[in-house]
């Protein structure tokens, strides 16, 4: 991998300290492992999805910037576009495999960025995490990439975010490509170690009691 470099971002930076950080002090969201953040790039955020706002809560608990896909209708709003892109965010075409979106999040890593993944690829709102399955696309960018996988779980009471009720994120300990042993020459390796990344996430949600 490329030499990892700092956040030169400086709106990212800006909207970082009085975007993000508001958000998790309004809605109460508790991190747990910060211990496991990591203190620079190159690293594949990959948590289930629960709301709209998990990626500016995992963006505000991050040390680094957090480069999220977004779905390219995103991009055709004027306003909304000039921000999300100031923000790192890349268009991804959601009706199918995004080849040019899957490259660019190998660009981004290689180059000492980060990148967010959502394990489940859309949210599922009051499903229990057991009851969803993973997709393949983290575990194929990181086999891409050579990045490590930092496993988090958005826990939310029912299951579904509520200005109500307490978020947590558990934050757990990075994965690295060699840790999940995937045999490049063997059929369905992407779906074993997909779901081996989801139990550790799974995990997390049960290590924690529920604030």
Known sequence: MAEKKKNS???YIVAHR??????????RVK?????NLPTEGGYIYCSNHVSALDPIMVCGAGRT???YMAKKELFKIPILSVL???LGAFPVNRGGADVGAIRR???LLQSGESVGIFIQGHRFRGVPLRETKPKNGAIMIAARS???ILPICIKTKNHAFSIFHRTQLIIGKPITVDALG???HASGEFSRAAQEVFEQICQLEESVTDA
């Open 182 to 184: 995937i045999d490049d």
């Open 18 to 27: 009085l975007v993000a950080r508001t958000v998790l002090r309004l809605f």
């Open 65 to 67: 910037q957090v480069h």
């Open 84 to 86: 999300i892109k100031a």
């Open 105 to 107: 999040a190998i660009e």
């Open 31 to 35: 991190i747990v492992g910060t211990e």
């Open 146 to 148: 050579g990045a490590p």
């Open 9 to 11: 971002n400086k709106f």
